[in-house]
């Protein structure tokens, strides 16, 4: 890609308003520090790991490599962009109530089966 499309990616604020809609800085996830990292750096790193921006540096190809895995994170940009792809990635929590909805069936009556007949002491 050329230089200006390089200029305009370092120039634009990273955010991800799918996995955090109020920023990264009040999402409890990074802390203040982590979270300018992320936005000052993010688009051009997300570029490079997603093949939009060629690499032209040496740092550009190590954002690669530990982006996929080949190199250990050393710089603290490595390492809050690992943290969030840990952290958007992550499965998602299961309930301990389980997934599926309870059926109801129909009775004779018309009511269903879950109905049940509450009587009232009149004392």
């Not at 992320?38 to 997300?46: C, K, P, Y």
């Not at 710089?75 to 301990?96: D, F, G």
Request: proline share 5%.
């Amino acid at each position: 890609m050329t230089n200006s499309t390089r200029d305009s990616l370092i120039k634009r604020p990273f955010m991800d308003k799918k996995h955090y809609p109020y920023g990264f800085a009040r999402s409890g996830d990074f802390s203040i520090k982590e979270a300018k990292i992320l936005a000052e750096n993010g688009s051009v790193i997300a570029a490079l790991v997603d093949g939009k921006l060629t690499p032209e540096t040496d740092q550009d190809m190590r954002f690669i490599a530990v982006a996929h895995g080949e190199t250990e994170p050393a710089s603290p940009e490595e390492k809050v962009w690992l943290k969030y792809q840990k952290r958007i990635n992550r499965p998602k929590a299961a309930s301990i109530y389980g997934s599926k909805k309870v059926a109801l069936t129909e009775s004779d009556d018309g009511g269903t089966a879950d109905d049940t007949d509450i009587v009232l002491d009149d004392d």
